[in-house]
């Protein structure tokens, strides 16, 4: 799994989305490519095949979906913001058949199915969110996860930041076991990693 191209067709949508949405260009920022590129290298280690990924607080989908749709079985991009849902599932990745597009609050239990029966989470939003130990679908999971979260505490979305990678292992269900933990400098702060495998109790 890897990002090769984003394809000139996605371009020209961006380019022309981003006139009303300024906020889908800071989506492809040099820093979004750092942490993103850094991500989807530790998944390619975890060898999944066809695996049917769900994303938590998926935003635009920007880098993410260009570099999983094509070995991915199928792919659930859940965010709250039903702009971001609209202009990514009608717009931008509209050329893709295996991902569902839902706006929906992650923490809705009528969420709970899809993430619980999914190969593996990814969740690079954590910042923005409630401790991912708070998400009940993980305790019944057998999948594996890719977070990311941050020290970026001055952002003002950011409700839950954490200042160290100790401090981003405290919110993981207890049920998580971790295989690789990493940290990305970033302009503005310290990008954390951690991808592992959670196990259903
Ligand atoms: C700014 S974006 C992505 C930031 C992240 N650092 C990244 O690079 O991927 C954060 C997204 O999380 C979504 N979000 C926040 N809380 C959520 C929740 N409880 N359920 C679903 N989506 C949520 C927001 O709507 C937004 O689209």
Known sequence: MGLKSIGIDLFKSVINESKENPDLLDSYSLNQFKSKENLLHHISKLELI??????????????LIPALVDQAEHITCIDIDDRVIAIAKNRLLKKYKNIDFICSDVFDSKRKSRIKNSNLVINTSCEHMSNMSELPALYKSNAYFAFQSNNM????????????????????PDNATVIVEDEIEDDRGIRYTLIGKLCAE
Do not use: K, R
Not at 50 to 63: E, F, K, M, R, T
Not at 158 to 170: L, P
């Open 50 to 63: 066809n695996p049917h990924i769900v994303i938590l607080g998926s935003w635009y989908g920007s880098i």
């Open 153 to 172: 505490y001055d952002i003002p979305t950011h409700m839950n930041c954490v200042a160290s990678i100790d401090e981003f292992y405290s919110q993981l």
